[in-house]
């Protein structure tokens, strides 16, 4: 670790990898119940724990203000540590929320099959293609459309309403609806592929809950702590945050993809919006933030202040969605110190990007937005993303690829550690 004190004498692309936090012991399969981009390994977590302890940190409750998928969560929930999470994507929050709880077996199984009874017998006749959501017609025919209402039908009917166990099997539900959909697969951008073999519903739908129920066996969770995961923007400051001991995150990713793009089709199933576009407000690093650029540019640190200028020679739209990330992130920061009781920690995980040969070095930025929050002190160290070493681009659909030709992606992302 870097004890950063002089800003402008730190290059960031110098610093070296520090191998401890590049692997870590193997994931549960609970990690992998639902699909997430962005997830981040979760040893992430354990390392920080490890860390604050050997640096005589408290660790009785942590939080992670950008939860996603609940990663943080689980691992909290492991080691039986009071966690608050908060994410705005309402699809990240039920996956965070159903990892986090442990199930009865037997009352799983129950469940199970009275859904698939309920599935296999059960007439209904409100079932009206041609009327559905223009935008879910776009991704299913109607013989898809037709066996996922049925089976949303059968796991309402056959679950407590309001109950964990609704939960769990909606989580199943949510994870089949793109391989049963028209999407392509694996493809960071939303796109139909024409050629596409479309998973049969009740087959996904099957293999998808055994997979859950064999995580849920395998969970260790046992302990008494409580799990408080809130479905709003951590920007918002009517939302009551506790005070905890330390704070692990990984914020959004500047500009590069729109998380409530990616996530419409379980959130036009569950009903959590009518126009999938209405997720992106208030999401930071959307390019879809209105804004006013020229009152707002006084706000922004040496470091966002430089980038944005020469952003701006280039393409003022980029420009002006990078200068409204790094507002954002500035104010992040600062709720994230106020959050923390004296002595704590926040860590954060954080990459860089470039665009057009202007490099966007969010890792600088936030380091400074850390010391201007007053963070007494702030330290930096670097590791190496695994999986993306193999394929480090990106080819025109998004989709990852070791051709050379496509847009270069970092495999590598920044560890910043500030201390209150
Ligand atoms: C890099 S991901 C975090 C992934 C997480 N560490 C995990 O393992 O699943 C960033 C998250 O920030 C969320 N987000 C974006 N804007 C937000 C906001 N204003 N308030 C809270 N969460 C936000 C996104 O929905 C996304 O889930």
New binding site residues.
Partial sequence: MIQITDIKNIDFDSIPIDSFWNTGEKELKMHKIHA?P???PAFITTKALDYARKNSIKTNQIA?????????AFEAKRCDIDFWG????PV?TMI?KVKSRKYQPERLKKYYKDILDTFAHKNISEIDYDSSNERIRYWYDKAHYDDLFRLKVAIDESTPLKSDYRLFFTCAFSNILKSTSRWLTKSIKPQVDPNKQIADVMDAFKKQCKFMMSANNESDVTGESSTDIIT????DSSINMPKVDMII?????VTSYE??DLHQLSSLWLGFVKDYRELRE?????RHHVYNFERELKHLNNTGTHIVFRLLDNNSSKAHSVAKYYL?MQHVTATCYSMLSNGGMALF?IGNTEFKGVKIDNACHLAESLQNSGFSEVLVTKRKISKKILTPYRDQQGRFTKDGRGRKIYSEEFILIGRK
Avoid: E, W
Wanted: net charge negative.
């Fill in positions: 997430y962005a997830k981040f992670d203000v950008f939860c996603g998928c609940g990663t943080v908060c994410d705005i994507n990240a965070a709003g923007s951590f920007l995150t990984s914020p959004p990713y998380y409530a208030g999401s930071i690093g959307s954002d995980v």
